[in-house]
């Protein structure tokens, strides 16, 4: 039960809501019992104030040794009230005179020899009067004990005050608050069960229907209540996570089926060809040969596939480790311009190299060499016999731009842009029945990742019927880091 969201929000807030209420109340009760006793002080110090003077009025019209007594008697007769108990003591610490030598006194019969009311008449100073409690009764007294002169003698009054009406009333609110926090906790925890309920119901909503979410109906969406507010928000980001992973895993299907699609065909001539070898038991060597030529040629071309496809996983994982060192680049194009010659020649094509200056440079040779003979390679490749290309690097501010240009009959202006794709391919059909090593459209997807590792760009920076520019731009202090970062597409 406590692993649910709802039943600890309502926990926590009923726990809080029940510690707030105890305390308001017994900081309320506090001030309550507080001022009451003030009031009652209050009440003891004037009526002591009135009952002296009583006192000493009454001292006017009496004379004798007897006169103090029957001054304090009247006194108590004129200020005696219920709950009150009134008590004067001559000096040498005898009683006076005192309210329980009125008839009808319902103040306990040992209330003066109690050692609480000993001691508050002890305390009693003048003018200063002493306030205190007093044991006994239903409820006890306060009391208020002073001392006065009369005639030069030294007098002690004490007033008790029953607390019987004052506990009652106090009684009466913790009573009160004994039912009203109990119930106000119950009605706040249903309610705070129902709001948690209520704002919970939509994420709730979201985990049941993000459960029926699988890879077959990956293109769901969660449902969006409210874009502004927080689980509104949440939905979103998860719908955004969602299209990221139907993307990612629309792309995977769709490199699967695109690699099982290439793989077929080299695979399929294969099995052609060498059935054909067999068929017959005796053939011309010219024939073997032929057949081994055309096994031999599907055979690179399966294996430049899978190496491909192996350098484009790798790179999507961003697990391809990189071996960066200090070279030129100028070297490195000028050799892989020598490397291409021959394949230029083969289809009279005129290659040339246009780099002016030295061109130092930190980065992993091996990978901007597979960079640049793919880009060579496309250039003759897509260039009709007889034509021309270019191959020039230069330093063009704080980056090293490597061109290279071909006359070929270029690509058309809407495709531009998809040749960087994998498995791209402006004319299959075309490619794939010469048979020379026309590729299974992933040359310049591995050309861009090199050059984006490289913390560069591989742009087409021009293509018309004239012939196509590529070009790498590749910054001329490049530090790459050990492993390249992931491919991005
Ligand atoms: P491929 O291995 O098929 O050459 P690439 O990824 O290198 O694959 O190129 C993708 C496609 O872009 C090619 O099939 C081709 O149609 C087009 N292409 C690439 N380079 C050139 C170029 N220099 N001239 C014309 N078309 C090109």
């Keep these: 039960m406590l692993d649910s969201v709802r039943v600890r929000l309502t926990l926590w807030y009923t726990g809080l809501l029940a510690l707030f209420l105890v305390l308001l109340s017994l900081i309320t009760y506090f001030i309550f ?26 001292m006017l019209d009496s004379h004798g040794p007897d006169a103090p007594r029957l001054a304090v008697q009247e006194a108590i007769v004129e200020h005696h009230y219920r ?22 006194q319902e103040s306990p019969p040992k209330l003066f020899s109690s050692g609480s009311f000993r001691e508050l008449r002890e305390r009693s100073g003048t003018p200063d009067q002493h306030f205190g409690n007093v044991k006994g009764g239903r409820s006890g007294y306060r009391g208020v ?45 249903l309610g705070g069960y129902f709001l948690a309920r209520k704002s919970l119901a939509p994420v709730v909503a979201m985990s049941s229907q993000a459960g029926r979410i699988s890879a077959k109906n990956l293109h769901e969406r969660l449902p969006i209540q409210n874009a502004k507010d927080e689980l509104g928000r949440l939905a979103a980001s998860f719908n955004d996570l969602l299209e990221r992973v139907d993307q990612s895993f629309e792309r995977q299907r769709r490199f699967m089926s695109d690699a099982s699609h290439e793989l077929r065909t080299p695979a399929a001539i294969l099995r052609g060809e060498s059935e054909v070898a067999l068929s017959r038991t005796e053939r011309p060597a010219e024939e073997y040969r032929e057949s081994l030529a055309v096994l031999h040629a599907e ?43 021959s394949l230029a020649s083969a289809k009279q094509i005129s290659l040339t190299c246009e780099v002016p200056e030295e061109l130092p440079i930190r980065a992993d040779e091996a990978l901007l060499r597979r960079m640049i003979l793919n880009l060579l390679d496309n250039a003759i490749k897509y260039t009709p016999a007889g034509g ?7 330093r063009s501010g704080a ?24 498995f791209f391919r402006v004319d299959k059909a075309r490619t794939r029945s010469e048979h020379d090593g026309g590729g299974a459209g992933l040359g310049l997807s591995i050309a861009r990742w090199i050059a984006e590792a490289h913390h560069g760009r591989l742009i087409l920076a021009r293509s018309d019927s004239s012939g196509s520019t590529f070009s790498a731009l590749l910054p001329a202090q490049v530090s790459v880091p050990s492993t390249a970062a992931s491919l991005t597409r």
């Design 145 to 189: 004990a002073r001392k006065f002169t009369l005639k030069g003698q030294l007098y002690t009054l004490v007033i008790l005050q029953s607390l019987h009406p004052q506990n009652e009333m106090l009684e009466e609110v913790r009573v009160t608050f004994a039912w009203v926090i109990p119930i106000a906790i119950f009605l706040a925890s």
């Design 388 to 394: 021309r290309v270019t191959v020039s690097c230069g």
């Design 33 to 58: 019992w507080r001022s009451t006793l003030q009031r009652t002080d209050s009440n003891l110090a004037e009526l002591s104030e009135a009952f002296l003077s009583t006192v000493q009025a009454e």
């Design 83 to 104: 709950d009150h108990v009134f008590a004067v003591f001559d000096p040498s610490g005898g009683m006076l005179a005192s309210s329980q030598d009125l008839p009808n």
């Design 299 to 341: 055979a690179q071309r399966l294996t430049q596939i899978v190496e491909d496809l192996f350098t484009l996983t790798r790179a999507d994982a961003g697990q391809y480790p990189l071996s960066p060192h200090e070279f030129y680049l100028d070297e490195l194009v000028a050799d892989c311009t020598h490397a291409a010659r």
């Design 399 to 422: 980056e090293y731009a490597l061109s290279i240009t071909d006359s070929g009959e270029g690509i058309p202006g809407d495709l531009q842009q998809r040749v960087f794709e994998r």
